[in-house]
């Protein structure tokens, strides 16, 4: 009964060295988020997908991309990971067809940069 | 800009007695509002959910919210807690940015602990 699903849950990877991390849904909504949450903190905003429309919020660096191939699938990709970086990665996604839907949330992946 | 503060930064309480997270928002027209919780390593799973009517709502595992626009609030209250409620809960608000979307803002969380 999965809806929202991440891989991997764990991710350690060295410094500078690119790393991608997967979300794909079985809800079929058409919006997809990416947050990065620090320990202990909210979750922020990185950026997300309207359909195929990529939305970046201003102060997400450029180091972090991401790419939407199909409904179901959104990659997170940083390309130069540095320490600064660990932290959670939530994927949430949301039926914007209507008005009231709420973000379904990913159990998260934690990334690890050594 | 909208802006969520949740005051308190950790709660001990103890099994059985009532528990208040406290919200405010700062937004400049009427906002949707959220709880969600967060169990360690886990995503976020949400509480309830405000977007207009009925200002008491009810969400899931006992838990309702008061939105209060004269106070800017929307406290999230339980009357009788139970362990597996220790968890970090946020606060959310979401305004309306067009075309039936809206964007997330979180307080910074409030994190329960519950003693037996």
């Known amino acids: 009964d999965a809806m929202v699903i991440q891989n991997p849950r764990y991710q350690v990877t060295q410094f500078g060295k690119p790393v991608t991390l997967s979300c794909s849904q079985t809800?079929?909504?058409?919006?997809m988020y990416w947050y990065q949450q620090k320990s202990s903190q909210a979750p922020k905003l990185l950026f997300h997908?309207?359909?195929?429309?990529?939305?970046n919020e201003a102060d997400t660096p450029d180091n972090f991309q991401s790419r939407r191939p199909n409904t179901s699938f959104c990659f997170l990709d940083i390309r130069s990971p540095g320490l600064g970086d660990a932290a959670m990665y939530l994927c949430?996604?949301?039926?914007?067809?209507?008005?009231?839907?709420?973000?379904?949330f990913g159990p998260g992946t934690r990334l690890l940069v050594l | 800009a909208q802006s969520v503060t949740q005051p308190d930064i950790h709660i001990t309480v103890s099994e059985g007695a009532s528990l208040e997270l406290r919200c405010n928002y700062s937004y400049g027209a009427t906002p949707y509002l959220f709880w969600y919780v967060q169990s360690p390593g886990q995503g976020l799973q949400l509480l309830l959910k405000?977007?207009?009517?009925?200002?008491l709502v009810q969400g899931i595992k006992g838990f309702e919210a008061e939105f209060k626009r004269s106070q800017s609030s929307f406290n999230l209250r339980k009357p009788s807690v139970h362990w597996s409620d220790a968890a970090e809960y946020f606060c959310a608000v979401g305004p309306y940015s067009g075309a039936g979307s809206y964007q997330l803002t979180f307080g910074k969380g409030t994190k329960l602990s519950v003693i037996p």
């Open positions: 405000y977007f207009s009517g009925d200002t």
């Open positions: 997908y309207y359909d195929k429309d990529f939305n």
């Open positions: 949430a996604t949301r039926n914007d067809r209507r008005l009231e839907e709420t973000q379904y």
């Open positions: 809800l079929n909504h058409n919006v």
